[in-house]
């Protein structure tokens, strides 16, 4: 499988440099033919049913530029819009939750993984969202979701990403997601991650901020127990997006009382996944020549009072 | 007194029917026989929890969550982990038992969880629309989360919102949850949940209410901040009938702390 995903990313860089004389011709890029070319050059085999594809707008609408987002929030489309953008690359739902929209109504017909207790989706009537479709629709804006697809890409786009970030790309230590940094201290680290991912009050950290580290793990988005359990214990500190806290939380907690010099940082889910499509927006770019590509950060949704 | 006989006496005294095939509320840890010298009760039987309570003589802890960090305890692909092997040996070496309490604490009439936090809020249940709703004299959303910090002492609580926006109205839930926007609610609270691409990804929902200045706000306290009080309420009901040995609320703690605020 990782062989055929390699031969696959080589045939998509081929495939993008036969992209390119799209560009001189005179074929307007639609929205939809943005999406095609996203499926035929994303470079890992195209999986159905996916959350990938056009969740709002015209399908048939010329594009004129593309933002590329960890999540398409009203403050991102209100940039867009100014930037004179009508196409948004967005990796987390931009109609709050996993439907991108009121549920189907059948709730057992509905796709995928879920995730929320209870709730079933967002009411076809509610005001926010009957709100954002609206400045969607008159701002004539399109989102494509990409996100199962680009999670499936190797290396990790998102732990390459936040390592590029963080200029620790040399640093890289075996597998994507594994590198050994100069030492510090996780408060050190803490602060370094605050500060270049612009993070309000979403970093939240497990561990002595004195303890030394410098073997670093890297799980953004979100993570299950069991990759906290293969990783953890081959490095000082893991560096996650979200985890449950009653899972990895509690692993990392009870191995700090068990001696080990170690840590957890959790950055929240959206700023954990920024750099990856900051990444996404670069390939983008080479998809996509013919149109103006940038990536927007959608920023921390969290504050709390000093 | 064993620990298997404090479970028994747990069941004689909840007052409903104990759930027989509940996988969680079982002793998970350490030798349900022993002899309890003392209980501590607590929201999450940390390492750090247990070599806590075992300084403190009591080495039985009752806690409504997990020890070995997933809802079903599962162990299975945890016997080669250090960590694991670490907290199984210290718990048989130090005559340690943990047993869970969660359904059963919910189950209890009234529900500890409810009873424990709303009284660390100072909030009176409602009058609003709805269970779980509470109304209070309307005040902002960023005095709301400085009070509840305060009264908290939480450091790694989470806002979502405008903090001017006006706020009397809450719906709470606790644990893995979250309040619901019915109709009237301007403030849902919670204990965690999945930022993104969940059933109701509420964050990005409040976010987008607070762009169009519509008043809604979101407070995530955290799975510990929102149900600790919870076992406090339990020790006082252990005590009406377990007399023999002392039982203690022990705090396992927030598990986080944050660099920035912000």
Redesign the interface.
Known sequence: MQLNRRQFAGTAGAALIAARPLASQNTPLTVALAMDRIRQNIGVPWKEPT?DGIKTGDETASVKSVAVTA?A???IL?QAVRDKTNLIVSL??VY????DGP?PPNPQAAPG??????????APDD??FL??KDFIAKNGLAVIRL?DHWRMRTPDPFAGGLAQTMSWTKYRAGSDTRFDIPGTTI?AL??SL?NKLN????????GD?QTQVSRIGLLPG?SA??AS?KLL?ECDLIIA??T????????A????????KKGLI?L???VSEEPGMSLCADWLKMLLPEVPVRWLSSG??????? | MTAKEVLALMKQNLGSPWNESTYRDVFHAGNPDIEVKGIATTFMATLDLIQRAHAAGLNMVISHETTFWSDRDDTKDLTADAVYQFKTDYCLKNNMVVLRFHDHAHSHQPDFITMGVVRTLGWTPSQGPGPRTYTFPKTTLGEVAADLKKRMGTRAFRVVGDPKATVSTASVAFGYGMGRFAPGVELVMGGEQPEADSALDLSSYVRDAAYFGMNKSQIILGHNISEEPVMEDAANWLRTFVKDVPVQFVRSGEPYWSPRNG
């Open positions: 959350i999540m929030t009203m403050d209100a987390e739902p709050f939750g996993h439907n549920p993984r879920g995730g929320g207790r209870g709730a079933g989706g967002i005001p926010v709100a954002k996100s408060g803490a602060d605050a993070v309000r009050a979403g970093i939240r950290v497990v901020p979100v127990l069991a359990v214990p997006g979200e449950r806290e009653w899972e990895s939380v509690e692993y907690q009870d191995a700090v009382a068990a001696g080990q959790m929240g889910r959206v921390d949704p969290y504050w709390r009072p000093a």
